[in-house]
């Protein structure tokens, strides 16, 4: 790689850093951290899940997950209800007070989206969007097998 030429990793890193700080400024009126806006957006798309799940989708230690939900639950975001299979899993839901800010929630990341491709042609953003889904498709198989080797 040429010197002074970005490389993917560190622009990927700072862009979802960038976006998850604006997204920050703009749902801080809602009381709600980096963390637990993360969660609450899963709860809400999932409707029911796990704090495994949780974990898994945060990429966080189960335990993380627990004390956030522990948290949530006190401020009234979130709720835990048992499995009505296995006594031993408890699901999150959302409370009617996330249902209620849900739509200001997707409100606010539809700006910040806005904001992050303002002066990229529509043909380019379909393009960017169209290439970040193979690179994740392309990453999430070679993680599923495990594989070292590129293809």
Known sequence: ?????????????DA???IRRRFEQHTADMG???????????????ERVTQARLAERLEIE????????????????VA????????????????????????????SASEVYAEALAGIPADDRAKLLENLT????????????GSKDAS
């Open 32 to 46: 709600l951290s980096s963390a637990q806006w993360r969660l609450l957006i899963h709860v809400l798309k999932e």
């Open 80 to 107: 835990r209800e048992a499995d009505p299979q296995d006594r031993r899993v408890r699901h999150i839901v959302a409370t009617q007070a996330a249902l209620d800010i849900k739509e200001s929630l997707y409100q």
């Open 62 to 77: 189960p335990i993380s997950v627990s004390r956030l939900v522990d948290r949530m639950e006190q401020s009234g975001w």
């Open 134 to 145: 193979t690179l994740i498709n392309n990453l999430s198989d070679a993680v599923a097998s």
């Open 16 to 18: 979802a850093r960038l």
């Open 1 to 13: 790689m040429k010197s002074g030429t970005p490389s993917l990793g560190p622009l990927l890193h």
